[in-house]
């Protein structure tokens, strides 16, 4: 997504598209605006056939990375891959530069790809079949891919980019955590040859057109394509599927989309297991890019549609959050809710791992000076926890941590810990936090290495963690 502030200059003014127009063959009188997203693209016409006009503002994108994307696609068709076709300028460019009083912008032109868009749909199972087989026929070439230019960036890059986002917002806490751990889980996985190269990254049908003619699909825009896990291709193509009701049939559409891939390319199991982790990468990664597609956007000088569009930007940001991490807040518990923090309970299967109910934890923190917390949805009450500092050594322990049977399974544990850490160390500036749990109760050994708790000390019933600052 490009930065609004560029894309109401833009939009306002068509002097960057005509001024790149004429550095390229055409029929005059024919340029329209199409759309404006990651680029701005515009439509015109050369002996009455179709072309499309791609360009870019400097701050958005380099030379560097839509040269290495244009070599990679020439390589492609060079292939026999079937894409869209890039045009040579008048001064014989595959890409043009433009200065205007805005600053510079990077120019292409792609032929009109043959066949025509299916929505998803209404594609079938020969469409799936062959959409996976297009992925994978991509992916084999990629593989065999030295460029003699630089290449495009990687998933590192992608990954140092969300970090510096998210740096800049203190309060993404939660995100910031869910980036330190997908950086472990993607640096542990095996790479190299067959599993990794250079991917399309947004190989959805939007970005395919059907030749019913060829029985294959053509693909466009590759300006997001990177070097990562083949997976990820996959990830991206089947994620609408994965989002469908009707859980059933989107499960078989996905399962014949594979079959056309495997058909060309093997995938193993272990890598379509890990797809919730590569969804996990494709969430920060959007997050990051819209959240800085908004950065120092005056609304008073801004027009409504790029207000409209802000917004509906927003929102898909606040989505994001809550998928990975629900809002929860925490709240002294007092007269006004002790009783209902009584009435929290976990399910009957935990009861042998957490058997000491609220109400004595309660009466322990009034009488031991503990401190009890409640834990919101809303204005929902949904669990409870309580820490205390031992005075022997000053050191912080959370005594007790409970989410209500009702709304486990919600992402609310991880989302309550992560606060509570978070209230714990800005009251108290502890840099260590201790906890204990049964050996038994997998969930939350889980839950807390998963926030960084370190096996501290352990015995046949207790398991000590330490989280370090």
Not at 134 to 150: C, F, G, I, N, V
Not at 282 to 288: K, M, R, V
Not at 394 to 403: K, L, P, S
Request: with cysteine; glycine share 6%.
């Amino acid at each position: 997504m490009m930065h609004l502030n560029n894309m109401i200059r833009g939009t306002v003014s068509s002097i960057p598209s005509k001024l790149l127009l004429q550095l390229w063959e055409h029929d005059a009188g024919t340029l329209k605006f199409w759309r404006a997203s990651s680029n701005f693209v515009y439509t015109f016409e050369r002996d009455g056939a179709r072309y499309f006009l791609r360009y870019i503002h400097e701050e958005d994108n380099t030379t560097q990375q839509i040269e290495a994307e244009l070599d990679f696609i020439l390589y492609l068709i060079g292939e026999g891959f079937p894409a869209a076709v890039p045009v040579r300028s008048r001064n014989g460019q595959w890409m043009e530069t433009i200065e205007t009083e805005h600053g510079r912008y990077f120019g292409t032109v792609f032929e009109q790809a043959k066949g025509s868009h299916i929505p998803l749909e209404q594609m079938s199972d020969g469409h799936l079949t062959s959409w996976g087989k297009a992925l994978a026929s991509l992916h084999h070439l990629s593989e065999k891919y030295r460029p003699e230019t630089p290449s495009r960036k990687s998933w590192e890059d992608a990954l140092t980019f969300i970090s510096s986002v998210l740096q800049r917002y203190p309060k993404e806490t939660v995100l910031s955590h869910e980036l330190s751990l997908l950086r472990k889980e993607l640096q542990a996985l095996p790479g190299g040859e067959g599993l990794t190269g250079l991917i399309h990254y947004d190989f959805e049908t939007d970005n395919m057109f059907y030749s019913a003619e060829e029985a294959q699909f053509y693909a466009i825009d590759f300006d997001d394509a990177m070097v990562h896990w083949f997976i990820m291709d996959v990830t991206s193509a089947i994620s609408d599927l994965l989002d469908q009701e009707g859980r059933e049939e989107a499960m078989r559409q996905v399962q014949q989309f594979l079959a056309g891939y495997r058909s060309i390319k093997p995938l193993d199991e272990f890598y379509i297991d890990r797809i919730p982790l590569f969804r996990k990468f494709a969430d920060l990664y959007t997050f990051a890019r819209l959240l800085r597609s908004v950065e120092g956007m005056d609304e008073t000088q801004s027009p409504e549609w790029a207000i409209t569009l802000r917004d509906k930007l927003l929102r898909i940001c606040d989505q994001i959050r809550e998928r990975h991490c629900p809002a929860v807040r925490l709240a002294p518990i007092d007269h006004n809710n002790w009783h209902e923090c009584t009435l929290l309970e976990v399910t009957d299967e935990q009861k042998n791992v957490f058997p000491v109910p609220a109400v004595y934890w309660l009466a322990e923190s009034a009488y031991c000076g503990f401190t009890p917390l409640a834990i919101y949805s809303g204005e929902q009450l949904i669990g409870f926890t309580v820490y205390a500092v031992d005075q022997a050594d000053g050191a912080y322990w959370i005594m007790a941590y409970m989410i209500d049977h009702r709304y486990q399974n919600k992402r609310f544990g991880k989302a309550g810990m992560i606060e509570l850490i978070q209230y714990m160390r800005g009251r108290h500036s502890c840099g260590s936090i201790f906890l204990g749990h049964r050996p038994g109760n997998e969930r939350a050994a889980h839950l807390y290495a998963s926030l960084g708790f370190r096996i501290a000390n352990q015995s046949e019933q207790e398991i000590i963690r330490e989280l370090s600052e």
